[in-house]
């Protein structure tokens, strides 16, 4: 069943306890009542939600078009299979609606969600993660401004190689060079390793702590550079 007024309760400015429902504008409302279990509108609905949601992974399957290498029919299955599982989470979900946003912006996240997800997975099957060694040695050019400042570059980037080998985990190790030096999706990495991505952002938050204790401690870097 859809949410109840019990389960969408909210304050208002003067600390009065309103329901999320009041709240709401006409569509939302409108698509709740229809989602219900219950509705007569139940089924046509449900094709409805699921229309909208294949439109949308499809606008975000071919915004990343660019980046993934993937093309024509297999994009488009892809988009397919991403608006399925998003249309069953919608439905699942229906009790967390909280009105924060228009319903139709809250459903389209799963199916932009899922279009990662569905890419990402895709290009790990195909290819898997595949770190260059060499990356590294192309780091310094890369950061450089300036050709005169390439040496300096390199200095800072065999420091930090250095911290990796010698003070990172193996995992840590695998998670910063994906990362930071062969550019790896935070997706696609996830995947690999059979995680999320708000676990990794964790990982490269406890990462970047490390290095910078690591580098101001051998004296690469200054306690006011860290916090720039």
């Known amino acids: 069943m859809g949410p109840t007024e ?6 208002d400015g003067a600390g009065r306890t309103v329901s999320a429902l009041d709240s709401l504008d ?15 509108r139940h089924d046509a609905a449900v094709a409805e939600l699921h229309a909208l949601l294949r439109r949308v992974a499809r606008a975000e399957a071919s915004r990343r078009a660019g980046t993934h290498g993937i093309r024509g029919v297999e994009l488009y ?3 397919e299979q991403a608006a399925n599982d998003a249309c069953v ?3 699942r979900r229906l009790p967390d609606f909280e009105g924060r946003s228009r319903f139709t912006t809250w459903a389209s996240k799963f199916a932009i969600l899922g279009v990662a997800q ?3 997975r895709h290009r790990w099957s195909r290819v898997g993660v595949v770190l260059d060694p060499d990356d590294w040695d192309r780091l310094p050019e890369s950061l450089a ?3 005169s400042e390439v040496t300096a570059a390199r200095e800072l980037i065999d420091a930090i190689h250095d911290v990796v080998r010698t003070e990172l985990t193996e995992r840590q190790r695998h998670i910063f060079e994906a990362l ?3 550019r790896v999706g935070f997706d696609v990495l996830a995947i690999e390793l059979g995680t999320n991505r708000n676990a990794l952002y964790k990982a490269e938050f406890d990462i970047r702590a490390k290095l910078r204790r690591h580098l101001v401690a051998r004296g690469h870097l200054s306690e006011e550079g860290t916090r720039r």
């Open 89 to 91: 989470s919608v439905l």
């Open 77 to 79: 299955d892809l988009a």
């Open 118 to 120: 569905k890419i990402g």
């Open 180 to 182: 930071f030096i062969s």
């Open 145 to 147: 401004t300036d050709p």
């Open 26 to 40: 006409e569509t939302s409302k409108q698509w709740l009542a229809d989602l219900d279990a219950a509705s007569d």
């Open 6 to 11: 019990q389960q969408l309760e909210l304050e």
